[in-house]
């Protein structure tokens, strides 16, 4: 059967009314977000191993053992599949950032947090695997509007993030007063540079160099003191 194609424009949190004839499940909404959720997570392992325009419903039904009907029944097409999977994987990031940020003290402090999450791998053993997404994710942009539409808005949301964290310490006094659109446009392009330096596992680049590389220069542009601490390890999914 041939998967429909199309732009998702659904929020993650939508719900698509039963039609008739739908697969049904057992159990509440509790259990019917819990299903969602495991198809998401699917998804994106998919995506990882075969890339973005190689994934398909099919794959994603027989890894969280459905049907393809079912997993249509909550997504209705690939692409808005695909599309809330990264969402997904996004909001999971920053809600991660932000527990973990709550109550540090300083502007510095979250900043490289920030850049932590970004580059150091997952204390769950996330397999490198997980950058591939994105910069096969990069590389289908410029012929594929539905990847450019999660594309710009992944970064648009990136850079609104270390912005914020830009102006908190300048308003602090923390930060020297740089140009912080200007700050922020560079280093999200550094970071996303060593971004495809870890995805392909270059070894003069390993995460936790790129960590400190971005660091020592997001601390020489803003005027503050840093120093690389012990080893940390992060639940990343950007």
């Not at 977000?33 to 027989?62: C, F, K, N, P, W």
């Not at 990264?86 to 932000?98: K, V």
């Not at 910069?135 to 648009?156: H, T």
Request: one cysteine or more; a neutral charge.
């Amino acid at each position: 059967m041939e998967e429909p194609a199309g732009a998702a424009t659904v929020s993650r949190g939508s719900r698509v009314p039963r039609p008739s004839g739908a697969p049904r499940e057992a159990g509440g909404p509790r259990d019917a977000e819990q299903r969602r959720e495991q198809m998401l997570r699917a998804a994106l392992e998919v995506i990882a191993e075969r890339g973005y325009a190689d994934t398909r419903i099919s794959d994603v039904a027989e890894r969280t053992g459905t049907s393809p009907a079912l997993v249509i029944y909550y997504f209705k097409t690939r692409d808005q599949l695909l599309t809330e999977a990264i969402r997904y994987s996004e909001d999971t990031w920053y809600a991660e950032y932000l527990r973990r940020t709550e109550n540090l003290p300083t502007a510095a402090d979250r900043l490289a947090e920030l850049v932590a999450n970004a580059c150091l791998p997952g204390s769950d053993g996330e397999p490198p695997s997980y950058w591939l997404m994105w910069l096969d994710l990069w590389a289908l942009s410029p012929r594929s509007p539905g990847a450019a539409a999660i594309r710009q808005k992944s970064d648009e949301r990136w850079r609104a993030a270390i912005r914020s964290v830009v102006l908190a310490g300048q308003d602090a006094g923390e930060f020297a007063q740089v140009n912080a659109d200007d700050f922020t446009i560079t280093l999200a392009a550094v970071l996303d540079g060593l971004a495809v330096q870890i995805g392909v596992e270059d070894s003069e680049v390993p995460p936790t160099r790129a960590f400190e590389l971005a660091m020592k220069f997001a601390a020489g542009q803003l005027g503050f003191d840093w120093k690389p601490a012990a080893k940390r390890a992060r639940k990343r999914t950007r």
